[in-house]
């Protein structure tokens, strides 16, 4: 009688799937919390929402007055960032590897990371379009309240804007892809050289047998001079 082991017998996950789990939830509880600052966000002084405690409503108050309308932008690019990454894993753990999904994450990895630099850089021509707008509007004023008060115009018409915006883009996207180089760049350049050398060995193969072709071909047409006694003898047997 064969032994269940208490894995086989309880439904223990395997390593692999205890890996899935940990993906999974790691996922969940990301999503979970950019959602919730996201929405808080957006909802935080209309009717439906207004935070007053700290440090809530100081947290929100900097998001507002440093990154604006870029922060769901910014939120929606960490998600789609974080659901490629645990897309990424599942396919270089499959068994055999597909490398068209690999690279298609890996592809849509870069392009998320790209576009959160590229979010960075469009909320700072933002935030200094609105600044200047702002500190330039009235000329007469301008003139006469002098280079401080021009400054603190363009700061209340949204540098800050431009200038935080430009951090946390550059930051967060050299941590993102610091991030996916340290998770996976190991496995995937295990990926890609695998399947450079699927491919050079199939060349090589299909090149074996198309020169093992050619010499059965020239063998078929040109027959070894062993055989040729072989055929005088048959010539003069038919000549008697």
């Known amino acids: 009688m064969n032994d269940v082991g208490p894995s086989a017998a309880h439904g223990t996950p395997s390593g692999a799937e205890g890996a899935a789990f940990r993906d999974g939830l790691l996922f969940g509880v990301f999503v979970a919390l950019v959602s919730a600052v996201t929405t808080a966000y957006l909802l935080h002084g209309t009717a439906w929402l207004t935070l007053t405690r700290e440090p809530a409503s100081a947290v929100l108050g900097w998001l507002e007055r440093n990154l604006g309308s870029s922060v769901p932008v910014f939120a929606a690019l960490s998600l789609l960032f974080a659901a490629t990454l645990v897309r990424l894993r599942r396919v270089l753990a499959d068994q055999p590897q597909d490398v068209d999904a690999?690279?298609?994450?890996?592809?849509?990895?870069?392009?998320?990371?790209?576009?959160?630099?590229?979010?960075?850089?469009?909320?700072?021509?933002?935030?200094?379009?609105?600044?200047?707008?702002?500190?330039?509007?009235?000329?007469?004023?301008?003139?006469?309240?002098?280079?401080?008060?021009?400054?603190?115009?363009?700061?209340?018409?949204?540098?800050?804007?431009?200038?935080?915006?430009?951090?946390v883009g550059g930051v967060g996207g050299y941590l993102l892809r610091t991030a996916k180089t340290l998770l996976f760049g190991h496995a995937l350049k295990q990926a890609y050289a695998g399947q450079a050398r699927r491919s050079a060995e199939h060349v090589q193969t299909t090149l074996g047998n198309i020169e093992r072709k050619l010499r059965e071909g020239r063998a078929s047409r040109d027959p070894s001079p062993a055989s040729a006694p072989a055929r005088q003898a048959l010539a003069a047997t038919q000549g008697e």
């Open 102 to 167: 690999i690279a298609q994450a890996d592809h849509l990895s870069d392009l998320w990371t790209s576009l959160f630099f590229g979010t960075g850089v469009i909320w700072t021509a933002i935030g200094m379009r609105g600044a200047l707008l702002f500190a330039l509007g009235d000329p007469d004023e301008i003139t006469s309240a002098g280079a401080f008060a021009v400054l603190q115009r363009m700061v209340d018409g949204g540098i800050l804007l431009a200038l935080s915006s430009t951090i």
